[in-house]
């Protein structure tokens, strides 16, 4: 998203590793966007979570007649066209109406991606008993019920388990009684590797002179190495100035990011050159396991260099040597563990009402309301951010606020309910905010200019009241415009007050509009946001990105900034407790 | 009547970009804290930052009643003694009081200026306020003043609290 030549700022700091800014939480490295986007190229992409999920029935209607039945559960995950994919199926239990299955099935979790599942409890025929589960052919034994929920259902819930009552969908609508066919309890559980973040700290020795002048400017990167023989990176440390026996801030990684603690990685030390082209000063190939040890044992490993030997590489072995100065793990409350511990996600939205969207009764307008269902720009934002959130906030009721428009007799406001009413600004769920949007935009005179200050105000409002009541609530404003903002000091200002508050800022734009200008509010493309004051932003909650078009299949550009999400909010979370533990 | 004593528990982060003369500092900062005339700490020295050096450190300093600021200032030991290299003013409004509740952690960043006034680096660090009483100035329950977001300096819930830049900053005295 923007620019893709790294500042050199942002290419000197860490980047990578699971919140590395855990322990300096206000110095807000700069991401470098070369590596950001070559690791969402190779499909390395936010946070994900290993999940299985365990299936048991009750109740289960009988299908034989001389005997119980012989249920089997098999689950699918429907993708956006409605197609089904079979995730896996458990085992038979024989002779059971109150099945507990033990096969447990792997599922990835996803949190920008609403994931649907549908199960199908079958009872199995006597004479398909005995030969492997796998083979069965589903067509051929008969339907007890099914379910459908998603995957959000089931870990929001305090329990992460949720029971859903079997149905026929032939049956139903043949006859009019609703028989009951049994209830299906699916319990999720995160694995255990999820949690395990590895703390690590790297030391080097004796690195060899690059620079003409100066020594070198070392930092390393450090990549896992898959199948297909090309390693990813996973994180880089910072940059070193001046050099040879440096050593770096720590390192933090997840079994997630590196696959496992036997995992191969590669580790190469780099000299840091502001022309993009670093100089390979050795590598290494060590698994986390290996890295343990030397710890232990305070050994040094030798680095290498591949050098040129005539048609061939060799592996010239340096003096240099890496040392692994710190090593460990500790347990960490993930995502899922503070949502299941109650932490909510409340949604909240604004819409950008200013005239240079067009008037919404003509077709070239961006607010037009299509007859034929066709969403808009502003309605497509409001679903796909929506639609994901919606699970994670338990009353489903969201703030949604307009602004840049002047209401019936009023004066152009700069936050405006879209309920139309005047106490309060919450709609009931993403329903509400489609009525409440189209109901506005023909109760209103779309104005401007463009000020996003009020609104920010606003969320913070609500945001610090949580906080001072101490609930457990974490906030994101989804901001949808069409134009660059003409407040850009007051937004900053807004937003350097708002920085230590438990909110997350997603800016859409949509149009056509050159949005260069509303880059500088995302501090991953530049300077941390700066007050009137001197206060400079604590954290950087603000992500902006332009809404684009997507082709079927492809990762849409929102789902991206939502997959951020759940860092920003542990980042948050980790942060606070390091503090009160220390 | 017994005054109520409060206090504060102010964690030093890090700093970043520190520079003396316009060149990046050696080694050998650190932080000195004061919440009145008589009240100062200092953390320890970092010794292998550079000038992004990083304490951590946790310093408890009392909070009188009229404070409306807590100075900070980074200073650096040098062969000769210490060397000022910059400060900045941490209104207690920006930790306490408004809808900031008892106790509450409160993370922040602050732009450092020298003596002069030129910036120097930003500042991080956390603050907590231990003890009950009330907080000084015209502090309302609100998170901002229910004036519009106007952009004249000292708005935003500080009461009469004028919050600007030091132009000369040279004729107040250097912590010591």
Known sequence: MGNCCSDVAGGRAAVGGTAASHHDPASGT?????????????????????????????????????????????????GKDGKLEELGRTEVVLNSLNPAWITKLSITYHFEVVQNLVFYVYDVDTQFQSIPVKTLKLEEQQLIGEASCTLSEIVTKPTHS??????????????????????????????IGSKILTEVIL????????????????????SKIVESGNPIPVCKTEVKKNDLNPK???????????????NPLLIECFNFNSNGRHDLLGKVQKSLAELEKLQYNKQGECLFLPTVVGNNYQNKVLKSQ????????????????????????????????????????????????????????????????????????????????????????????????????????????????????????????????????????????????AVATSQQKYFVLLIITDGVITDLQETKDALVKASDLPLSILIVGVGGADFKEMEVLDADKGDRLENYAGRVATRDIVQFVPFRDVQSGEIS?????????????????????????? | ??????????????????????????????????????????????????????????????????????????????????????????????????????????????????????????????????????????????????????????GGGGGGVAIGVPVMWGKESRIN
């Open chain 1, 162 to 191: 949720l029971t859903l009552s079997l149905m026929n969908r032939k049956e139903s609508s043949k006859s009019n009684r609703s028989s009951h066919l049994g209830d299906l309890t699916i319990h999720a559980e995160e694995c």
């Open chain 1, 248 to 262: 770096w801030n720590s390192i933090f990684l997840s079994i997630q990011q590196v696959g496992s603690k036997d």
């Open chain 1, 203 to 222: 030391r080097c020795s004796d690195l060899e002179y690059k620079d003409l002048f100066s020594r070198s400017d070392p930092f390393l990167v450090i």
């Open chain 2, 1 to 154: 009547m017994k005054t109520l004593s409060r206090s504060i528990e102010i964690t030093i982060i890090s700093a970043e970009d520190l520079r003396i003369h316009g060149r990046p500092i050696k080694n050998n900062a650190f932080v000195a804290v004061q919440t009145a005339s008589d009240a100062t700490r200092s953390t320890s020295v970092d010794t292998t930052g550079g000038n992004y050096p990083s304490w951590n450190e946790m310093l408890e300093l009392p909070l009188p009643r009229e404070a409306q600021f807590v100075r900070v200032e980074v200073q650096c030991r040098t062969s000769s003694g210490t060397k000022a290299v910059a400060g900045a003013h941490v209104p207690v409004s920006d930790f306490a009081g408004g809808w900031i509740p008892d106790g509450y952690l409160t993370f922040l960043s602050y732009r450092l200026r020298k003596l002069n006034g030129e910036r120097n680096g930003i500042i991080n660090l956390s603050i907590r306020v231990k003890g009950k009483g009330d907080v000084a100035s015209s502090m309302d329950g609100t998170y901002f003043s229910s004036s519009s977001s106007s952009s004249c300096g000292g």
């Open chain 1, 322 to 465: 890496l040392f692994v100065e710190k090593f460990s793990e500790s347990i960490h409350r993930t995502f899922l563990d503070y949502i299941a511990g109650g932490c909510e996600l409340n949604f909240m939205v604004a819409i950008d009402f200013t005239a240079s969207n067009g008037n919404p009764r003509l077709p070239d307008s961006l607010h037009y309301i299509d007859p034929s269902g066709r969403p808009n720009a502003y309605q497509r934002a409001i679903l796909e951010v929506g639609e994901v959130l919606q699970f994670y906030d338990s009353d489903k009721k969201f703030p949604a606020w307009g602004f840049g428009a002047r209401p019936i007799d009023g004066p152009v406001s700069h936050c405006f309910n879209l309920n139309g009413s005047n106490y309060q600004p919450e709609v009931e769920g993403i329903q509400g905010i489609m009525m409440a949007y189209t109901s506005a935009l023909y109760n209103v005179s779309l104005a401007g200019p463009t000020l996003f200050g009020p609104v920010i105000n606003n969320a913070a409002v609500i945001a610090s009241q």
């Open chain 1, 30 to 78: 700069a991401a470098n966007d070369a590596v950001d986007l070559f690791l969402k190229y190779r499909g390395y992409n936010g946070l994900f979570t290993q999940i299985e999920l365990s299936l048991s029935a009750s109740n289960l209607r009988d299908m034989d007649v001389l005997s119980k039945s012989d249920p089997i559960a098999v689950v699918y995950t429907k």
């Open chain 1, 557 to 582: 550009i929102v789902q991206s900034l939502l997959a951020e999400l759940p860092t920003q909010f542990l980042t948050y979370m980790w942060t606070r407790e390091a503090h009160l533990d220390s």
